[in-house]
């Protein structure tokens, strides 16, 4: 208890000092009877003792968290950086259609199978890269600034020199690989330093900073079918690489911690930092945030195509993936918000089991139409598209207020995401090709002589599965409620 008499005394030391919500937040959960804390404190403990004893010596020095001027303008520039960096890879469907109607692309070997696996390989790697490069951001935090820059550059510097190669090789490694690289050298520390620039309202920045990707996915299918048609692909991309460079540089000093390197590291090897392995809590909500990502992607891959078989025009098509990226930007900001005042896993089921329904009754039933086609992007996009703004909050469940942990931890989730985006392809594949048995003809089973049953049946059983698994951590979370 001698640690948590030096924190009273400092506290006291300083009441003059403008109070600082970091300060504020750990020197509380610092100060516990050790006999009240749960295993998730026990191992942030030393990080919070430490934190507190800093933060109450130097509070003045500290910008306020959840509020001002730089917190405020480091949301919007990591906006930004959400919309710029994942949009591109999901709206490569559109390039895609361009290089399979190219003969110089078109005729080499392989085409059909490299080129529409590199805006999957581009996601992919972005969302596994983080169990790799958060633990490294965090152990060397001189690394997070010049890491930032590093992949801005690379960003638009891959694309770039993808416009100049007709090779598939190269533009796979440039546009697919490449590209991921740097945005994940640029993606994940902004997400560590939103963690400290955040701490009561994580959950509302989350969801704001998440929503850039559909954001950006409103946008860009949007606008490249205009340049590509006017430019071609290669010169297309090529402005688009300016493009990102022009808004990337300008908003970067931006993005930046809100803790001095010496006390965002720690005082501590983090040896004790691994309870959270022995929570069968985290385990369950890392096997849903899987089978969801299963599921997930399958709608908003092959919607176009759906809308296609539907003999809808270009502008129908187009519409109905803008309805769901545009919702996904409402549900998005609207479940970020939720995160911070109600229990997660009931969020996280109530969204399970409206997606389930805007599965099998909108795009199964109602799907054979472009009034019911919109009404599916609309609903899937708001209670679908909404999932990663959950992340946040369960990471910081199991964390507490160590943003390395939970940065770490966010890492894990987004790796589970990953694995379900890259196994997306190959699985689609299957099940297009698979027989169907639709028996009805004017439903959304039954489009395309039942090409799109198998997926939706299969997208929507990804669903109930998770709502399954949602139930028993719904029901092990208020468990372990009573039993504190």
Not at 347 to 352: E, F, I, K
Not at 410 to 423: A, D, K
Not at 432 to 437: F, I, L, Q, T
Request: a positive charge.
């Amino acid at each position: 208890m001698s640690h948590h008499g030096g924190l009273i005394e400092l506290d006291s030391q300083h009441s003059t000092r403008r109070h600082d919500p970091v300060a504020d937040d750990v020197t509380r959960f610092a100060a516990q009877p050790s006999s009240s804390t749960t295993p998730a404190d026990e191992f942030s403990q030393p990080y919070l003792t430490h934190l507190a004893s800093e933060s109450a010596t130097n509070g003045s020095a500290l910008p306020p968290a959840d509020k001002g001027i730089q917190a405020w303008s480091f949301l919007v520039a990591a906006f930004l950086v959400e919309a710029i960096v994942w949009s591109f890879p999901f709206a490569y469907g559109v390039f895609l259609e361009s290089y399979l109607n190219d003969p110089v692309y078109s005729s080499q070997t392989h085409a059909t199978t490299l080129l529409p696996f590199i805006g999957t390989i581009s996601s992919g790697i972005m969302f596994c890269s983080g169990v790799v490069l958060y633990p490294i951001i965090v152990r060397y935090p001189r690394m997070r600034r010049p890491s930032v820059w590093i992949g801005a550059v690379l960003c638009a510097a891959s694309l770039f020199g993808a416009s100049y190669t007709r090779q598939i090789p190269l533009l796979f490694g440039l546009q697919g690989v490449l590209y991921a690289v740097g945005g994940s050298f640029l993606y994940f520390p902004t997400i560590f330093y939103m963690n400290e620039w955040f701490i009561r309202l994580r959950g509302t920045a989350s969801g704001i900073v998440f929503a850039g990707t559909a954001a950006g996915g409103l946008i860009l299918p949007l606008a490249f079918p205009v340049l590509i048609d006017k430019y071609g692909a290669a010169k297309s991309l090529r402005i688009y690489s300016i493009a990102i460079a022009c808004m990337l540089f300008p908003v970067l000093p931006w993005i930046r911690g809100r803790l001095p390197h010496t006390r965002a590291h720690g005082p501590a090897p983090r040896a004790g930092n691994r309870q959270w392995m022995k929570n069968p809590s985290w385990w369950l909500y890392t096997t849903v945030n899987l089978v969801q990502s299963f599921g997930y992607f399958m709608p908003i891959v092959w919607l176009p195509t759906f809308a296609s078989e539907l003999s809808l025009s270009a502008v129908q098509s187009a519409a109905a993936l803008a309805a769901l990226n545009g919702a996904s930007v409402v549900g998005g900001l609207v479940m970020g918000c939720l995160s911070d005042h109600f229990n997660t896993w009931l969020l996280t089921l109530g969204s399970l089991v409206l997606t389930v329904l805007a599965t099998f009754i909108l795009w199964g039933i109602f799907g054979n139409t472009f009034a019911g086609l919109i009404a599916f992007g609309l609903a899937y996009g708001i209670v679908a598209g909404c999932w990663s703004s959950l992340w946040m909050s369960f990471a910081r469940s199991y964390a507490k207020e160590d943003p390395g942990l939970s940065t770490t931890l966010f890492g894990y989730i987004c790796l589970g995401r990953g694995i379900g985006n890259v196994m997306s392809t190959p699985i689609a594949t299957a099940l297009v090709g698979a027989k169907s048995y639709a028996m009805a003809s004017t439903t959304g089973f039954a489009v395309g002589g039942g090409r799109f049953e198998n997926m939706i049946i299969y997208s929507g059983t990804c669903f109930v599965v998770s709502t399954g698994l949602s139930v028993f951590g719904w029901r092990l979370d208020l468990w372990s409620f009573r039993r504190q």
